[in-house]
């Protein structure tokens, strides 16, 4: 789901709240890694006198009315995925979001069906760039590190996914800013340009 600007839009607004104003290209370099980290890092640059967890819960309330309001899969996304499962490619979510967002994008957009296991921030401990998330990921799926590839659009995930030991495809999400993908085996500008019988291979 294309959701990366809706998360930036509030937790600018929840900053805002507190008399920080935060450029989207300062909240990009935390694209990966869990709300929670990012404020606990953003509290002490800025001597914010509140907690994380607050700051979290806020932009919590603030991010499931814009993904209410506006919830659309990032243009191609579903059909690859459907593509993957008919030649029966086992998929897993990897996200620094809470499971509660995750599962509710799933419902939303009518995919949980496409996927066979998840794994969000509440299942982890280490954030991105720790690769723990997608060991987690490839053990849920059944598979070794070296049998998987990864899809991800952020710096942090990239090298996650590399300290790993797996494939990575880097996709330029024109919503994620000027993410540096360079680590990726493969950087791709659309979903229409990812080649099934190669990442197979």
């Known amino acids: 789901m294309e959701s990366e600007s809706a998360h930036v839009e509030a937790e600018k607004l929840v900053l805002?709240?507190?008399?920080?104003?935060?450029?989207?290209?300062?909240?990009?370099e935390y694209a990966g890694t869990t709300a929670k980290k990012m404020f606990?890092?953003?509290?002490?640059?800025?001597?914010?006198?509140?907690?994380?967890e607050k700051l979290l819960r806020e932009k919590e309330q603030i991010l499931f009315k814009f993904l209410e309001?506006?919830?659309?899969?990032?243009?191609?996304i579903v059909e690859l995925l459907v593509r993957l499962k008919e030649r029966d490619v086992k998929l897993c979510i990897?996200?620094?979001?809470?499971?509660?967002?995750?599962e509710y994008i799933l419902k939303k957009l009518n995919i949980a069906c496409l996927f066979d296991c998840a794994v969000g921030s509440d299942n982890?401990?280490?954030?991105?760039?720790?690769?723990?998330?997608?060991?987690?990921?490839?053990?849920?799926?059944?598979?070794?590190?070296?049998?998987?590839?990864?899809?991800?659009?952020?710096k942090l995930g990239v090298e996650a996914a590399k300290r790993a030991g797996m494939k990575c495809i880097g996709y330029k999400n024109p919503n994620s800013g000027h993410q540096d993908l360079s680590?990726?085996?493969?950087?791709?500008?659309s979903f229409s340009q990812f080649d099934i019988e190669k990442a197979l291979g």
Do not use: N, R, W
Request: a negative charge.
């Open 69 to 76: 309001e506006d919830a659309e899969p990032t243009k191609g």
């Open 124 to 154: 982890i401990i280490h954030s991105k760039p720790d690769p723990e998330i997608f060991l987690k990921a490839a053990a849920g799926l059944g598979f070794k590190p070296q049998e998987c590839l990864v899809v991800e659009d952020a």
């Open 94 to 102: 990897g996200s620094s979001s809470p499971m509660k967002q995750v």
């Open 183 to 189: 680590k990726a085996d493969l950087v791709i500008d």
């Open 40 to 52: 606990s890092e953003l509290t002490k640059k800025y001597g914010l006198k509140v907690k994380a």
């Open 16 to 28: 805002s709240k507190y008399g920080i104003s935060i450029s989207s290209d300062e909240l990009h």
